[in-house]
């Protein structure tokens, strides 16, 4: 049975008022202003879609629009050529516009989002997302050789009125690979909340997991130039697994064969991806119940501070007991030269030390020195010992049994 007239006539008309296809798109010699800081960048794309319907009542209209545009090469700075694709439904009205669905893919990598916003003349803007995020694109395409891979999970939302940004979310991390000079890891994962404003974004309850241990504990962003602080607590993490992970050249301390569950309380500050890195803390080791395979269990309490610029290791005080030895000493590693100094040793045995160099010698690159250096090493005793020089001194802290 056909509409009657009066239904035909309160039914809104749809009528499509453009349907655009650009075949390509150039934007070259472009710029975004941030902060006051200009950053040059190019767009180039093709296979562009935009279409907008009018739809409504006569005094209510509302305009249905698609943008649909998966060819483009977005290009900034200096990083390299970033493959992106751009989807989306929205809803223009007299009062405000709506995001319905919007999709955006850069690499590996996927944001779904969706957004309100009312008063064109003091917009109030209230959004909600999730993104699928592959490190390895930030990593790969920013020229960033200090930023992880891995996955990550995002979502939050929150509102923008005023010029004031207020914001919520969870995150979650799997896969996180971590390949630093001084520090490679691989199997790590992460999860916490956060809550963000316009000065920066903090995570109150941050956890990572790794080594078979947790460190908890809240860290802290300034937008302004990407300033980190971590204040944290690290329980129940096997030494035998930390060990591996920061021997590089010239500090050999997997050698030790150690094993320990750790303890700590540490603050860690960086800037962008991990850069000007710096921590300081105190840290317990205590024996666990079943020690790793071909390890010794060792106590011990260490107050340290790490720079990796000027790639500075120094320890305040330190205690430790082995099976075998015990002592107390303070000593800095500076890279170039590095820089031993042990104080206070006690209780320590030394009889099997050229032994130990030798095998060291033989089965790490990282603390090879040769026969002949070896053979002009002084004895130590127990008492108190200074060395100099990056291979002599990494030994002579090594040849503590």
């Excluded at 977005?74 to 223009?92: D, E, H, I, N, Y």
């Excluded at 990598?109 to 309100?116: F, G, I, P, T, V």
């Amino acid at each position: 049975m056909p509409p009657t007239r009066a239904a035909a006539e309160k039914k809104p008309a749809r009528e499509t008022l453009f349907d655009l296809r650009v075949r390509r798109v150039r934007l070259q010699n472009g710029w975004i202003l941030y902060n006051d800081v200009k950053t040059p960048l190019a767009v180039e794309g093709s296979d562009l879609r935009l279409a907008l319907d009018a739809s409504g009542a006569g005094d209510h209209p509302l305009y249905l629009g698609t943008l649909d545009w998966q060819s483009i090469n977005f290009t900034a700075k200096r990083f390299v050529p970033w493959p992106v694709g751009v989807s989306a439904k929205f809803t223009l009205r007299r009062d405000g516009f709506t995001l319905e669905q919007g999709v955006l893919t850069a690499g590996r990598s996927r944001l779904d989002a969706q957004a309100e916003m009312q008063d064109y003349a003091q917009p109030k803007w209230h959004y909600r997302y999730r993104g699928w995020v592959n490190l390895l694109d930030i990593r790969e395409n920013l020229r960033s050789p200090e930023t992880p891979t891995g996955q990550a999970d995002v979502r939050g939302e929150g509102s923008f009125a005023g010029g004031q940004l207020r914001g919520t979310g969870s995150y979650s991390g799997q896969d996180i690979t971590l390949t630093y000079p001084i520090f490679h890891a691989s199997g790590v994962s992460s999860r916490g909340s956060f809550q963000m404003d316009n000065q920066g974004l903090e995570v109150p309850d941050f956890v990572a997991l790794a080594f078979g241990g947790t460190v908890k504990g809240r860290v802290t962003m300034r937008f302004d130039g990407l300033k980190f602080r971590a204040d944290t607590h690290v329980q129940d993490v096997r030494l035998a697994g930390v060990l591996p992970a920061v021997e590089h050249i010239g500090f050999p301390v997997d050698e030790l064969h150690w094993d320990s569950l750790i303890s700590a309380d540490t603050v860690e500050t960086w800037s962008g991806p991990f850069q000007h890195f710096e921590i300081s803390g105190t840290t317990q080791w205590s024996s666990p119940d079943t020690v790793a395979a071909r390890h010794i269990p060792v106590d011990a309490d260490w107050e340290f501070r790490y720079r990796y610029d000027p790639q500075i290791l120094t320890v305040t005080s330190g205690e430790f007991e082995t099976p075998a030895s015990r002592g107390s000493m303070r000593w800095m590693c500076v890279s170039k030269p590095a820089r031993w100094k042990v104080t206070r040793t006690s209780s320590m045995r030394f009889a099997r030390r050229r032994q130990i160099l030798r095998r060291l010698s033989n089965s790490s690159p990282a603390a090879r020195v040769g026969r002949a250096k070896l053979a002009v090493l002084p004895e130590l005793r127990p008492s108190q010992a200074t060395c100099e020089g990056r291979e002599c001194a990494t030994r002579d802290l090594l040849s503590i049994p």
